[in-house]
């Protein structure tokens, strides 16, 4: 299939962000894409600029995406190139220096641009601003302004909205005097009532800005430079440098010429196309749906998912219904949430209202039939998130409505971080919640930065960088107990074990990499999730099971367990601790062959050959045809006997001859910790079996007493009495049932005493014993489905798995040279 | 800095490394799940454990003795100041692995 050519006019957020949006829905393979811009760099957080300005964050943090990122996802950029010209008919765009592109699909997203009001004296002759004004937009305007500012002694600001007043703050950084004049009658409208303006004046004014309410600028004096505004009223003021920030312009003129619909912006339909041209897309500020154009980012990101589910064919019903504006912000050191409506517009409408202006606090929420359309909150915001969810859903709100403005009763109630639920949105111009930057730190991400780059949290506004940080702080140092993640199975998804079973079964799951790509944050792959997802998998799908062997660990990998120094122990089977004189013979042979540096037997009553380098392992196996002792994962490990009932004369029954049954059964059982068992022939207990993970007592009669959860390990516990039954074979069936229930419950590494103790041994015993759900068949079966799907791994010496699955070194293959 | 071809990609399963040696250099050689190739001095500056054998997802590699992790890109540890010694690799058309040193 031939590439469709996509051109995107316009490398600011919004079309940068479209385009991430595309190429996340493989849109690589789907689009030649090529960018413009006007500006000549990748594209940056306008948003940040006032950080930029105010010298509390350098211009390279600011940047989005680098150059690089233009190059690895093969975009075509040309920055620094305007678009002048769209030719629909032709379907080609051309710039000022001619250059002329085709495109198949074409994205407008050149955003807006500062307005400045034709005030007289503003401009030059030469229709540039006059010297020591500026906009307040760009990169290049805050470069001029941070030099401005330098040489200044006081400065003007006329518009007194949130990018006036944090221009403001800038200046003031720089030791400038400032002077925000404000034609409304007062401050911030679009996210203000009268009162809250007039509170947010006082913190102003209290750091020095002065602020000047309806005061409306005729005339900008000096001949050559900026020497001082007149004003309507006759009187005036005097300043060396002024900054123009009264609003905004989208940049629809080009629409206008390729005779698209343009009103106070390119005019679109609910996919985000221009409502005259099916191949002309248009989102962020430049695009006007169902009436309005937006200014703010949050819906920036909304309507470039639409656009690329829409171009991408990832869903071609996608539509954009509209955004619903809430906001969170901090002007010049004061913390203000805002969101809909700031008065109330028809009678039966509700006003809650605080107000305590000495601290500078101040709420209000406007409530129409019982849900939230409007509110402010100002100087305090800590009900802000639980609002701003609520005003976004539009949920219905708790009767006692003081509760909305406050945390009442009891000790302090801020909402801690380990309090607030998985779901609550941390970052709310990226959408992304604190589950989701869990997930990103156990992915590996350990610092603020680290997230914020992953999840986007913090890059939009950047107001809720505060949060980010202590939120990713709280999930990567301690904490624990609270951390949700500890209950999920695997770090990087953040599910609980049942729930990813039933994920896993529901989509088919069957190999680690399918469970990464289909579950895991990102699709990504998380290097020690790898085990625990191997091991589940296998218990689950047993001989269906897709193997991938860089899920293993390395002892699963070659079958032993590796030493401190890279070599490995070899643990031949020796179920039982029973062996033969041959045997012991061969096995000196083999380690008088090999050079083995310790032979040592081990607390399974086996004998361990250890230091074996890993390419000579399958040599060892060779030479002592013994089949593997699995003495290296976490699976069923060995079954250890005393001397029972044909020897010791206190014997009761024969723990030998069970405890070879029941390696010969469970052998190689992968399970998600290891597991030890035992078999004693009477309750003298000299093989330990009632600390074992699974032990056997014969008490007489043919009867044995099963343990389960004990430990004689770091932690000591004798194992809890499941039950007693009356043969061999029940001994058998019940323990391969409490393992298969372990195996499908347990949390990786969660050993049985901790297992034991988490579930309980009454409902253990209500499910294996007593079949109180139901399950006893299917677990079962299910154990005799694994079982039957266990091989000897160490048969791999003569097949191995994959390349060089043993090789320690492998010698460059150099071409032979013809000197 | 020369450039020696090694062997063939084939050489390395996907998602795992192996540990190669060229002009009496050891060098680990990884292979991810995405495709990509990267190679790291052999030990993990911790406790010498062979880092070929620790366990590779997307590009961070964690040993296998205390599980130490490291980014393959840059050889810097995770969380911690410890840095591998990183060679430039790539695969050529014909699928050989070529080492720089």
């Given at each position: 299939m031939t590439k469709q050519r996509l051109v995107v006019i316009g490398n600011g957020m919004a079309g940068a962000r479209a385009v991430e949006e595309v190429l996340a829905r493989g849109g690589a393979d789907l689009f030649e894409i090529t960018m413009f811009g006007d500006e000549p760099y990748g594209n940056y957080n306008r948003i940040l600029l006032s950080n930029i300005l105010s010298g509390?964050?350098?211009?390279?943090?600011?940047?989005?995406?680098?150059?690089d990122w233009y190059a690895e996802n093969n975009i075509t950029l040309h920055s620094g190139a305007r678009v002048t010209d769209i030719d629909r008919a032709a379907h080609a765009v051309k710039t000022a220096n001619s250059t002329v592109v085709h495109y198949d699909k074409l994205l407008i997203a050149t955003g807006s641009r500062a307005f400045i009001p034709?005030?007289?004296?503003?401009?030059q002759a030469d229709g540039s601003?006059?010297?020591g004004v500026f906009g307040f937009r760009t990169i290049n305007d805050c470069d001029g302004i941070v030099a401005a500012a330098k040489q200044s002694r006081k400065a003007a600001v006329i518009g007194g909205g949130l990018l006036g007043l944090e221009a403001a703050r800038g200046l003031l950084n720089h030791g400038c005097e400032v002077h925000v004049i404000h034609?409304?009658?007062?401050?911030m409208e679009m996210q203000l009532d009268s009162q809250g303006g007039a509170i947010l004046k006082a913190g102003m004014e209290k750091m020095g800005v002065h602020v000047h309410l309806k005061m409306s600028t005729t005339a900008v004096l000096?001949?050559?430079?900026?020497?001082g505004l007149a004003f309507k009223d006759g009187t005036t003021l005097d300043c060396d440098m002024l900054v123009v920030s009264a609003g905004i312009r989208p940049n629809a003129e080009l629409g206008t010429r390729a005779g698209l619909t343009v009103e106070r912006a390119i005019v679109v339909d609910n996919h985000m196309r221009s409502v005259d041209d099916m191949n002309v897309y248009v989102v962020g500020e430049c695009a006007q749906h169902r009436g309005k154009v937006y200014g703010l980012v949050a819906p920036l990101w909304d309507q470039a998912k639409v656009f690329a589910d829409h171009i991408t064919g990832a869903n071609p019903q996608a539509q954009y219904v509209g955004s619903k504006l809430a906001t969170k912000l901090k002007v010049m050191g004061v913390e203000l949430a805002s969101m809909g409506?700031?008065?109330?517009?028809?009678?039966s409408d509700e006003t809650v209202q605080f107000s305590e202006p000495k601290r500078g606090i101040y709420k209000k929420l406007i409530v129409r039939e019982g849900r939230l359309i409007g509110g402010i909150l100002m100087?305090?915001?800590?009900k802000a998130a639980f609002l701003m969810q609520t005003f976004d859903r539009d949920s219905p709100l708790p009767e006692e409505r003081l509760s909305l403005l406050f945390d009442l009763?009891?000790?302090?109630?801020?909402?801690?971080i380990d309090e607030m639920?998985?779901?609550?949105?941390?970052c709310n111009c990226n959408g992304v919640t604190k589950g989701k930057i869990g997930a990103c730190v156990a992915s590996g991400k350990k610092t603020a930065k680290g997230v914020m780059e992953a999840?986007?949290?913090?890059?939009?506004?950047?107001?809720c960088k505060s949060l980010v940080n202590e939120v990713v702080a709280w999930f990567a140092g301690g904490a624990l107990e609270e951390?949700?993640?500890?209950?999920?199975?695997?770090?990087?998804?953040?599910?609980?074990k049942p729930e990813l079973i039933t994920a896993i079964r529901e989509q088919n799951l069957k190999s680690v990499s399918a469970v990464f790509k289909a579950l895991a944050f990102d699709g990504r792959e998380d290097p020690l999730s790898k085990p625990p997802l191997a091991s589940l998998l296998l218990t689950l799908w047993a001989g269906e099971y897709e193997d991938e062997?860089?899920?293993?660990f390395i002892n699963d990998r070659v079958h032993g367990n590796i030493q401190k120094d890279g070599t490995f122990s070899i643990v031949p089977e020796m179920p039982g601790g029973i062996t033969s004189a041959a045997e012991l013979r061969r096995i000196a042979d083999v380690a008088d062959k090999h050079n083995v540096p310790l032979v040592k037997l081990t607390g399974g009553q086996r004998i361990d050959l250890v230091g074996v380098p890993k390419d000579q392992m399958p040599a060892v196996w060779r030479d002592l045809d013994m089949p593997a002792?699995?003495?290296?994962?976490?699976s069923y490990r060995t079954c250890k006997s005393c001397?029972?009932?044909?020897?010791?004369?206190?014997?009761?029954?024969?723990s030998m001859g069970l405890a070879v049954k029941i390696e010969g059964k469970?052998?190689?059982?992968?399970?998600p910790a290891k597991l030890k068992l035992a078999t004693a022939g009477?309750?003298?207990n000299c093989s330990e079996a009632m600390v074992k993970d699974v032990g056997a007592v014969a008490i007489g009669d043919g009867k044995w007493e099963i343990y389960i959860g004990g430990a004689a390990g770091a932690h000591v516990r004798k194992g809890d009495v499941l039950c007693t039954v009356d043969s061999e074979d029940a001994v058998l069936k019940l323990c391969g049932r409490f393992m298969q229930f372990y195996r499908e419950n347990?949390?990786?590494?969660?050993?049985t005493y901790t297992f034991v103790e988490r579930i309980g041994l009454e409902r253990i015993r209500a499910v294996v014993v007593d079949d109180a759900d139901g399950i006893a068949a299917a677990l079962d079966d299910a154990m005799e489905v694994s079982t039957a799907a266990v091989?000897?791994?160490?048969?791999?010496?003569?097949?191995?798995?994959?390349?060089?699955?043993?090789?320690?070194l492998i010698p460059a293959e150099l071409p032979v040279g013809d000197d | 800095m020369n450039e020696y071809?090694?062997?063939?990609?084939?050489?390395i399963p996907k998602g795992e490394g192996r540990n190669f040696e060229v002009e009496g250099v050891k060098v680990a050689v990884f292979h991810t799940q995405r495709g990509e190739i990267f190679a790291t001095?052999?030990?993990?500056?911790?406790?010498?454990?062979?880092?070929?054998d620790g366990l590779v997802g997307e590009s961070t590699v964690v040993c296998p003795?205390?599980?130490?992790?490291?980014?393959?890109?840059?050889g810097k540890e995770l969380g911690a100041d410890c840095v591998l010694k990183t060679y430039r690799v790539r695969t050529a058309p014909d699928g050989t692995i070529m080492l720089a040193l």
């Open positions: 509390v964050q350098d211009k390279s943090e600011i940047f989005l995406n680098p150059l034709p005030i007289q004296g503003v401009f601003l006059k010297s034609l409304g009658p007062h401050l000096g001949k050559d430079k900026v020497e409506v700031t008065d109330a517009t028809e009678e100087g305090d915001i800590e009763g009891g000790p302090s109630q801020k909402v801690t639920p998985a779901d609550t949105q941390v999840t986007r949290a913090g890059m939009g506004c950047g107001s951390d949700p993640s500890v209950h999920y199975y695997v770090p990087c998804i953040p599910l609980k062997r860089d899920a293993r002792g699995w003495a290296w994962g976490k001397i029972g009932i044909d020897y010791c004369r206190f014997g009761l029954g024969d469970f052998r190689g059982i992968d399970s009477c309750p003298r347990a949390k990786w590494k969660e050993r091989y000897d791994p160490w048969k791999e010496r003569d097949a191995p798995k994959t390349a060089n699955q043993f090789a320690t | 071809p090694i062997g063939a990609l084939a050489q001095q052999p030990d993990c500056p911790h406790r010498k454990g062979p880092l070929a003795l205390h599980d130490r992790s490291y980014d393959l890109k840059s």
